[in-house]
């Protein structure tokens, strides 16, 4: 069951360490040969009477509920005329709750992108110059001089070495859903993502690389792409190049 706990009383954090820490456990031993049944035994449960009798009836209840509920997604599926009168309101009173405005979804601007960066991101004129320059190997005292301390290097594992197929590492360029388009630095340009599915919010810059890797395990493995993000500029129209390295990386991990 997934609960939404509203009014949580302070003296459960026990009981949410407890369950957090199960949870963890059983995240550990997902690949064991072995699994969880119970966390309090029945005994244990039926030897409280009154509380015994609260559990079951909860259950029952939220058991009740769901079912009706799948019922009518199941009625709505296979009769696309049926409405639900109470959805406007729901809709309203979950909007409020959670203090979000209430507006039509906003698509995607099939716009330049060129001019959606410049709007976007005023230094990105001024970044370009960096960018399209032809990439060459840095030598020692170059380093020295771009990095005086050694604090202030960053190791990044690159599993991309040249942009071939599906394979990418390279500027993207998010404008929301799958309109996504990768930054050519020999042609100075914004080119469209055809190679891959990817999507990524509107306003995002970001530079990253898209890589093959294998899921699963034994007969069941496949290749799969995925996206890894190296570094960040603009995270949903939220500058971020200003940020300390740490704190960059960590709003692209959420």
């Known amino acids: 069951r997934y609960l939404v706990c509203k009014w949580k009383l302070p003296q459960t ?3 949410q360490r407890h369950l957090e820490d199960v949870n963890r456990q059983m995240y550990d031993n997902r690949n064991a040969n072995i699994d969880t049944l119970e966390l309090v035994s029945e005994e244990v ?3 409280d009477a009154t509380f015994h009798r609260y559990v079951c009836d909860s259950n029952n209840a939220i058991g009740r509920n769901q079912i009706a509920a799948l019922l009518k997604i199941a009625a709505f599926c296979r009769n696309r005329d049926l409405a639900e009168p109470r959805q406007m309101e729901v ?3 979950c909007l409020a709750l959670w203090k979000l405005p209430d507006g039509i979804r906003k698509f995607a601007n099939k716009g330049d992108p060129d001019q959606y960066v410049a709007k976007l991101y005023k230094e990105w004129n001024s970044l370009t110059k960096e960018v399209c320059q032809v990439e060459k190997r ?3 005292p170059e380093l020295r001089q771009t990095f005086p301390s050694v604090y202030d290097w960053c190791f990044v594992p690159i599993g991309t070495v040249e942009n ?3 394979n990418l590492r390279t500027i993207l360029l998010g404008k929301g859903g799958k309109e996504v388009y990768r930054f050519e630095p020999k042609q100075c340009s914004w080119i469209p993502v055809t190679e891959v599915s990817i999507e990524l919010p509107p306003g995002t810059i970001i530079y990253a690389e898209i890589v093959r890797e294998l899921q699963g395990q034994g007969k069941s493995q496949i290749v799969i792409h995925t996206l890894h993000i190296i570094e960040g500029l603009l995270l949903g129209g939220e500058n971020i190049r200003r940020l300390p390295l740490r704190q960059r990386l960590a709003r692209c991990q959420q």
């Open 13 to 15: 954090d026990l009981i």
């Open 45 to 47: 449960l039926r030897a």
């Open 91 to 93: 809709k309203q009173k």
């Open 138 to 140: 840095v030598q020692n």
């Open 164 to 166: 071939a197929g599906k």
